[in-house]
């Protein structure tokens, strides 16, 4: 029995030791573990902070990206807007050579003695509706005799001594009228200007 004891014992001598092995060995890998959860930590930051990065320049690219859009939305519109209200100044340019005959014919009609009442009138009606209709449209005139000479708005056709120091560099006559569509010059007002 001793033996068995002893060989108890020595069994149960030679289990402690390896007991003991054991648990140094696992004594030493939680140290192991915690190290490789560190270092997997460490990975899965340094992927969260790569991905937050990459994040970031997405989230940069893609606010410049709808600010351009934003912008040429606002351009081409402004643009659009631009071009529908001066979409009818070719059709004003070939209609301005009438609206100068019409006057003309109205001035020939208070030159004239012959003239009777009624074309001249009938004349005149219709000028104001034809007026009226441009006006409408947009189309003024610009405002010439007597005002300050203006390269914006007037062309130059001559330069005559001023009757009074008063109309120095200011129109003194018209000899074509000048329009402005929607506020922009169609045609430049040709007048004569005082020196």
């Known amino acids: 029995m001793e033996e068995n004891s002893q060989e108890g014992k020595l069994v149960s ?75 009818s100044s070719e059709v004003m340019l070939l209609i301005l050579p009438v609206l100068d005959d019409f006057e003309r014919a109205i001035k020939a009609f208070e030159i004239s003695a012959d003239s009777t009442d009624a074309l001249k009138h009938g004349i005149i009606l219709i000028f104001n509706k034809f007026m009226n209709i441009l006006i409408q449209q947009g189309l003024e005139q610009i405002k010439t005799v007597g005002e300050d000479f203006n390269t914006d708005f007037h062309e130059a056709i001559t330069n005559i001594p001023a ?24 045609r430049y007002a040709k007048v004569v200007v005082g020196s």
């Open 13 to 87: 001598g030679n289990n402690k030791p390896e007991q003991t092995g054991e648990i140094q060995e696992t004594a030493g890998h939680p140290e192991e573990k915690k190290d490789k959860q560190a270092r997997t930590k460490h990975k899965k930051d340094e992927k969260f902070e790569k991905l937050e990065s990459d994040y970031v320049t997405l989230n940069d690219k893609y606010l410049r990206l709808y600010s351009e859009f934003d912008n040429y939305r606002k351009r081409t519109l402004k643009e659009k807007i631009e071009l529908t209200k001066t979409a």
């Open 163 to 186: 009757p009074t120091p008063e109309q120095k560099g200011k129109v003194i006559d018209e000899v074509e009228k000048g329009y402005l569509l929607n506020g922009k010059v169609i």
